[in-house]
């Protein structure tokens, strides 16, 4: 399945992709929570999947055409966005910095949230003018975990989406910590979709690529994370509870403007475009 979050900002609702429609859950299900962060708490999952299964034949499901709506991020509300840093060994390289032996966290704040097609918007100049884009795999938590067994990890997975890490580097490394620097707001496209775990398969050997205009920036493959996906949830649910609909960003490859020589970094006009293997395009212009 792939599941999409759909409507004005602050007002999505969850539907899910039947062709080239959308299956509105919320006029299908009034009784339901209104956000896939509900309905994944209230373990709704067996009763959606029945649901979908008879939609393609049944009739008076309401849809509304995919191109008639914005895509919000898939999870606009998630309790937390954990994400990895140093998480590719060549991007470790070009930063001349040794892989960490054990997985580097940090968070951006869920405000930080848009979906594919909203803008990036700079900050003023004054604030923050060394602004970059990362090109990550995004895992989407389905169940509740604590101390999660690598063996059990992927048993907590809805499934994958593609994320753009967009990073200050000003405030980033001025700061010395990394949280203000990753959570501008709308420093954190999502999208399109969540393509679901039985239908993507093995999150590993995916092609990643982040593309600014014409030029393509980064070419990776998610076959070369330091910490695989169950290692990354075996490890952040040791630290800290992880929820329903909670993100794991889970690193980006090399090839991002701050370590380029001669730097490079977001312009306004440019179109940035997240590539990643059996998910699609996240496209955002920056303003």
């Not at 009034?30 to 299964?53: C, F, H, K, T, Y």
Request: aromatic share 6%; with cysteine; hydrophobic share 40%.
């Amino acid at each position: 399945m792939r599941l999409v979050s759909f409507g004005d900002p602050g007002a999505e609702r969850p539907g899910v992709l039947i062709g080239s429609d959308i299956l509105d859950l919320r006029e299908a299900r009034p009784a339901w929570p209104s956000s896939w962060r509900g309905i994944l708490m209230e373990n709704l999952w067996p009763e959606l999947e029945s649901m979908v299964a008879g939609a393609e034949q049944a009739v008076g499901l309401p849809t509304v055409p995919l191109g008639s709506v914005r895509l919000g991020a898939p999870v606009p509300d998630p309790s937390k966005i954990v994400a990895v840093g140093l998480n590719y060994r060549d991007h470790a390289e070009e930063q001349n910095k040794q892989p960490p032996e054990v997985p580097l966290l940090f968070s951006k704040a869920p405000s930080c949230l848009v979906g594919p097609n909203d803008p990036i918007v700079l900050p003023d100049d004054a604030v923050e003018n060394q602004v970059d884009a990362e090109a990550e795999l995004c895992v989407v938590i389905a169940t509740r975990g604590k101390n999660v067994r690598r063996e059990d990890a992927m048993s907590h997975i809805l499934g994958y989406t593609a994320f753009n890490d967009v990073s200050g580097r000003g405030a980033q490394y001025g700061d010395k910590q990394w949280f203000r620097g990753k959570s501008f707001d709308t420093f954190g496209p999502c999208g399109p979709w969540i393509v679901t775990k039985d239908e993507l398969g093995d999150p590993s050997g995916l092609s990643l690529e982040s593309h600014w205009g014409e030029t393509r920036m980064q070419s990776g493959n998610t076959s070369n994370l330091i910490h695989d996906v169950p290692a990354l949830i075996a490890y952040i649910s040791k630290q800290m509870t992880l929820e329903p609909g909670d993100l794991i960003a889970t690193g980006t490859p090399s090839g991002v403007g701050v370590f380029r020589d001669p730097k490079v970094f977001l312009q306004r006009g440019m179109t940035v475009r997240i590539c990643l293997e059996k998910v699609g395009e996240l496209i955002n212009l920056v303003v």
